[in-house]
């Protein structure tokens, strides 16, 4: 068993920056794909980003790329999301997931954290 704790979420305003964290726990979950989805009201949970176990390999969805940077320190068992130039659109959910692959589909991860709020103001 995996568990993940996100934190850092909050109110930002448009063109800002905030960094959320994962913190892992239990089980080999440094040896986890960790990836962060987002789910924004009346929408479906949406892949954001992904780092393999190292942190050498790394995807995001289109609409990201540039902006949002995901790193790892397995050292303390966290995943980062560093997001920058925020907008409206960025207003979120955000939840980390871990599997053993990677996937962009919500449904193949096996263990979710909780989820932190980020609310972009325009």
């Known amino acids: 068993q995996v568990q993940l704790v996100e934190s850092g979420g909050g109110l930002v305003q448009a063109g800002g920056s905030l960094r959320l964290s994962c913190a892992a726990s239990?089980?080999?979950?440094?040896?986890?794909?960790i990836s962060w989805f987002r789910q924004a009201p009346g929408k479906e949970r949406e892949f954001v980003a992904a780092?393999?176990?190292?942190?050498?390999?790394?995807r995001y969805v289109d609409s990201v790329k540039g902006r949002f940077t995901i790193s790892r320190d397995n050292a303390k068992n966290t995943v980062y999301l560093h997001m920058a130039h925020l907008n409206s659109e960025d207003t979120a959910v955000y939840y980390c997931?871990?599997?053993?692959?990677?996937?962009?589909?919500?449904?193949?991860?096996?263990?979710w954290g909780q989820g932190t709020q980020v609310t972009v103001s325009s």
């Open positions: 997931a871990a599997s053993r692959q990677f996937w962009t589909t919500a449904e193949r991860y096996e263990f």
């Open positions: 239990g089980g080999t979950s440094s040896k986890y794909v």
């Open positions: 780092s393999n176990w190292n942190g050498f390999s790394t």
